[in-house]
């Protein structure tokens, strides 16, 4: 029956379905999975014992997994609550249909409905009860490993970030403890015993197979560490750096991930293809084709730009419909057809590029749109090598129509308007000093567009340099003035927030470059980010604050209707709010927010309220990367110094606690000094490299190590008290009190390190020999222990014939 394979081909299906937590949002469904993998164990454990064959058998598996789910999913329609029927068998089929759909639905994490719950436990028995079949009936425990590993698969393919190392080195060890307890059966199992007169049954014995079976469980756990260690420290393995504490983060919702997408634009405006073509299209539009949107962002967190959770359902998607109508877009307009196609070395773009407002979209593949800021994405598809059509709607805004559209929904205006606090507050003078003749809010608008592109000095910059002070986007706005796309949109919009003229962020690409009439060409250095503010009757209505042109952003183009404003334009304003000194910026523990502070970019602040004077500053993942070497460097003197107040504490606290007579107390204190001393001069030994004979008795080894490293007359005697103070302790009935030996180890401590060299002197501080031997001897202990464990396992009692 083979009741130990049977349980360890349970435990390491249970262990790999751990590796299923990113899809769900509560932890409930495992236990679901725990009753159907036990269930599939014991139908095994019976079809055996009946001597069923294999096939048989794994019938017999998937039998009573059906069992489970009528008694768990169905039970008030089947019969006594456990055995099929009709009613039963329509009810598990519809909420397999509840659960298909939902999956389908929404994004891990999912939530966990009936349905969804259902097919999880079903998907986790029928894994069940493959390596039931291979490992335990038909002997082939290494093939098992293929469907424990789909269950990594699935979470590995729906989502961007990659299983918990936890969860992984989980499931290894469970796959790792079936190969062992199959291999130690296979072992031991090795040859007949051969009786005779002189060897009776009765002393027959199975082959030792303990040492290949420690042999084996060292090698599992350095091919483990292995596997889970290397990928952290190889360069664009691992996303998120070391145990998810480097690298960059997404800003996508729980419900949509997304890379961070300033992240990504700096990387196609500072990246070494800068020139590489992302994807042509063409276009009947007869003027100059709009920028192709990929991202809207409206949320500002006081470091960053990102968008609000977007909640998606199958309703979303795109396929034959029209798409809702823009927000703030009264007619008139005209519709504007673009044919897109995306070049396949394109990787992982799960949002598509459109010209803004998209009407009609006809793609391929489940793509689905976010109403209110008509982004269009998939939580499964990328854009890589498809080609789609876009219908957009192009107002024609003048600048007349825009100054009259003063007014705002409030709900448009509360939710755009809204900045975090405090924010720097000689930005906001700056705002109003450069508006304060603006009658209309356009006109205001178009006074910040002119400010940062012409007027206010401002210089494009690929590379600016890093902020000097407590506020990036105050350093760059009045002092810096150097910075490329992003900066520019992002400190428009705040400075467009705090006039209260709701504002959000666009990022994607600009028109490109035309090669040819009706068709354009858009390149990765053609990535763009620009502001786009709301007005009432045009909608969101996009603006260029970047400088554009040779020598800044080339393919950026300054709308035209911010270039019909009648009103005089102003090159200064006309009293300087701030000064030019960053020590009068407002200080906070929210002074910090800045638009333009990206996990992968080097140009900013290290943290709040420190002033880096090199143009480069150290990375933050450099500086942790840095700590945690020196930690590990670090841990041997660390465990070596916790080891030896470890040994002296047991003293003090048995001391402490004892409540035994006061003699026996005495004796008890004096024998564990004796025990402690003689233990940290046999540690002190090994970490000087002195050799040292487990077969010496304490004198003896007393006086070899006198010999050896020629001790001095007290370092001698203080040797000679502390193996004197352990034969006592082994030896003697009654123990005297022990004389003061911690200063007689140190004393033994000092003699050793200056009889040996200075080099062995250093190691011995540092990389002490005797943690290794007890890291070694803890690690065998703990393996001996989950050997003799998983061999005492009971065995059921074998049929007789």
């Not at 349905?115 to 009936?137: K, M, Q, S, W, Y």
């Not at 991202?295 to 795109?318: H, M, Q």
């Not at 019909?564 to 910090?592: K, V």
Request: one cysteine or more; hydrophobic letters at 40%; proline letters at 8%.
């Amino acid at each position: 029956m083979r009741i130990k394979m049977t349980v360890m081909a349970a435990l390491a299906t249970l262990a790999c379905s751990v590796g299923l937590y990113p899809l769900y949002s509560s932890g409930s469904w495992f236990w679901s999975g725990f009753g159907a993998v036990v269930v599939v164990a014991g139908a095994g454990v019976l079809m055996r014992r009946l001597r069923a064959p294999a096939l048989v058998g794994a019938l017999g598996g998937l039998a009573s997994l059906h069992l489970y789910l009528n008694a768990r999913f169905a039970s008030s329609e089947a019969l006594l609550g456990v055995l099929p029927t009709p009613a039963s068998l329509r009810r598990l089929g519809e909420l397999m249909g509840d659960g298909w759909q939902a999956a389908n639905q929404y994004a891990a994490p999912v939530p966990l409905v009936p349905g969804i719950e259902l097919l999880t436990a079903a998907g986790i028995g029928l894994v069940a009860v493959v390596v039931d079949l291979l490992a335990v009936r038909l002997r082939r425990s290494a093939p098992a490993g293929l469907p424990l590993l789909a269950m990594y698969s699935v979470p590995a393919a729906v989502r961007e970030d990659s299983v918990s190392w936890i969860a992984f080195g989980l499931g290894a060890f469970g796959y790792l403890m079936l190969l062992m307890t199959d291999s130690r059966e296979q072992i031991g199992g090795w040859g007949r015993a051969v009786f005779t007169r002189r060897w009776s049954g009765s002393s027959a014995e199975r082959p030792d197979s303990s040492g290949m079976a420690a042999s084996g469980r060292r090698i599992s756990a350095g091919a483990v560490a292995v596997a889970v260690l290397l990928p952290t420290i190889v360069p664009g393995i691992h996303p998120r750096g070391l145990f998810g504490m480097g690298g960059g983060t997404g800003t996508g919702s729980q419900t949509v991930m997304t890379p961070e997408p300033t992240a990504s634009l700096r990387g196609d405006l500072n990246g070494k293809n800068r020139e590489a073509v992302i994807l042509t299209y063409r276009t009947d539009d007869d003027d100059r084709p709009e920028y192709l949107r990929m991202y809207a962002l409206d949320k500002f967190e006081g470091d960053r730009w990102t968008y609000s959770a977007l909640p998606s359902s199958t309703e979303d998607r795109v396929a034959d419909r029209t798409l809702p109508t823009p927000p703030g877009l009264n007619p008139p307009f005209h519709a504007v057809t673009t044919r897109v196609k995306v070049s396949r070395n394109v990787r992982k773009v799960d949002f598509l590029p459109l010209p803004y407002a998209p009407n009609r979209v006809q793609i391929k593949g489940d793509w689905r749109v976010h109403s209110p800021s008509l982004m269009v994405y998939s939580l499964r598809d990328s854009a890589g090598g498809r080609s789609y059509t876009v219908t957009s709607l192009r107002p024609r805004p003048t600048a007349s129509q825009l100054a009259e559209a003063d007014t705002y929904p409030p709900e448009v205006l509360s939710r755009y308007t809204l900045l975090p606090r405090p924010m720097p507050l000689q930005v906001r003078r700056l705002a109003e000093s450069l508006t304060k003749d603006a009658t209309t809010n356009y006109e205001k608008a178009v006074r910040l567009q002119r400010w940062f592109t012409e007027t206010g000095g401002y210089t494009y910059d690929l590379d600016p340099p890093a902020p000097k002070s407590t506020s990036d986007l105050a350093y760059f706005v009045l002092n810096g003035k150097r910075g490329y796309c992003e900066q520019f949109a992002a400190s428009m919009a705040i400075m467009a927030r705090m006039l209260s003229i709701p504002a959000r962020v666009a990022i994607g690409y600009t028109s490109g470059t035309q090669v040819r009439p009706g068709e354009w060409e858009v390149r990765a250095k053609d990535a763009h980010a620009w502001p786009e503010l709301y007005f009432e009757g045009a909608g969101w209505v996009r603006f260029e604050p970047t400088p554009s042109g040779f020598g800044n952003q080339g393919t950026a183009s300054t709308p035209v209707y911010t270039q019909e404003s009648a009103e005089p334009t102003t090159s200064e304003p006309t009293e300087a709010p701030a000064p030019e000194s960053s020590t009068a910026l407002p200080e906070g523990p929210d002074a910090t927010t800045d638009p333009n502070r990206r996990p992968d970019d080097n140009t900013t602040d290290t943290g709040a309220g420190e002033t880096r004077q090199d143009d480069s500053p150290l990375p933050l993942g450099w500086i942790i990367g840095t700590v945690l070497v020196i930690m590990l460097l670090a841990s041997p003197m660390a465990a070596r110094a916790l080891t030896r107040r470890r040994r002296w504490s047991t003293v003090t606290l048995e001391a402490a606690a004892g409540s035994a007579p006061i003699a026996s107390s005495q004796a008890l204190i004096a024998s564990s000094q004796a025990h402690a001393a003689w233990n940290e001069v046999h540690a002190d030994a090994l970490d000087h490299g002195v050799t040292w004979r487990p077969s010496d008795s304490p004198r003896a080894a007393a006086r070899r190590l006198g010999e050896l490293l020629e001790l001095d007359q007290p370092a001698s005697q203080a040797l000679n008290r502390i193996a004197r103070a352990e034969e006592v302790a082994r030896y003697a009935r009654d123990i005297p009190p022990a004389p003061d030996l911690r200063g007689d180890v140190r004393t033994v401590r000092t003699a050793m390190s200056a009889s040996v060299s200075r080099r062995t002197r250093i190691r011995a501080r540092l990389l002490p020999s005797s943690t290794m031997s007890d890291f070694r001897q803890a690690t065998t202990r703990g393996f001996d222990f989950l050997g003799r464990l998983n061999a005492r396992i009971p065995t059921l009692p074998r049929r007789r014939k």
